[in-house]
């Protein structure tokens, strides 16, 4: 079975620097995909950025992005020039890419992330 | 605009009395799940459905029940709840085919069964 793990449970950093949210998982499938989401106070599950598992290339978005190392499994979050409204909680995430229920995500226990002004 | 709504979005109930979370998404989307989300535990998917009428169990179904009837309707039932099934509670859609298919999530529904 597929799983995901985050082991910071609780990050800070100061507006305007950058930092890294880790995340590892494992699995024995080669076709699947990756996914940052960010839950602020509302709540709300926002996808921040994704990464295809064939694609060799990291994923960036504006100023996320993430460092995926397949073969250690590794597929961490950066988040350059932090802002305040960057505090949330951050979820790692990782869904099959053929097979029944393609649907499913598999969530990490997310990383709390703290904005200093 | 393209959403997944549910309700209601807070509920505080005692143990036993049949509850329903209504899930609907304007999208035509196959796909419909719900999740459960814990402190530490993250996002853990209850049941979800590839169409109507066919629905399947997730990692976590005990004590729940779904129905698919309608493409655009999922919604969550809760026949006898427990206090351990106080949690906050998504409903998510995207299309069926396989792929990197972003989910839509609804904005979430907190219930407290007391």
């Known amino acids: 079975a597929q799983t995901v793990t985050q082991s910071q449970p609780e990050m800070s950093v100061q507006e305007a620097e950058t930092v890294t949210l880790s995340c590892t998982y494992d699995?024995?499938?080669?076709?699947?995909?990756l996914f940052w989401y960010k839950q602020p106070p509302s709540r709300q599950m926002i996808l921040v950025i994704r990464?295809?598992?064939?694609?060799?290339q990291n994923a960036t978005e504006n100023r996320f992005s993430v460092n995926f190392q397949k073969a250690a499994k590794s597929f961490s979050l950066k988040i350059s020039d932090s802002q305040l409204g960057d505090a949330a909680m951050y979820f790692c995430?990782?869904?099959?890419?053929?097979?029944?229920?393609?649907?499913?995500?598999?969530f990490g226990q997310g990383t709390t992330l703290q904005v200093k002004p | 605009e393209a959403q997944v709504t549910q309700n209601p979005r807070y509920l505080i109930t005692v143990t036993g009395k049949k509850l329903t979370v209504t899930c609907s998404q304007n999208?035509?989307?196959?796909?419909m799940s719900w999740y459960r989300q814990d402190p530490g535990l993250g996002l853990r998917q209850i049941y979800y459905s590839m169409n109507v009428e066919v629905t399947d169990k997730g990692d976590v179904p005990e004590g729940y029940k779904v129905s698919r009837k309608e493409k655009r309707n999922f919604p969550l039932i809760l026949e006898s709840p427990s206090p351990n099934q106080t949690s906050l509670y998504f409903c998510a859609s995207s299309l069926g085919r396989p792929g990197a298919n972003v989910l839509t999530f609804g904005a979430g529904s907190r219930l407290t069964v007391l």
């Open positions: 990464q295809e598992a064939y694609k060799q």
């Open positions: 699995t024995s499938e080669s076709d699947y995909y």
């Open positions: 995430a990782y869904r099959r890419g053929s097979g029944g229920n393609t649907g499913k995500l598999i």
């Open positions: 999208m035509n989307h196959e796909y």
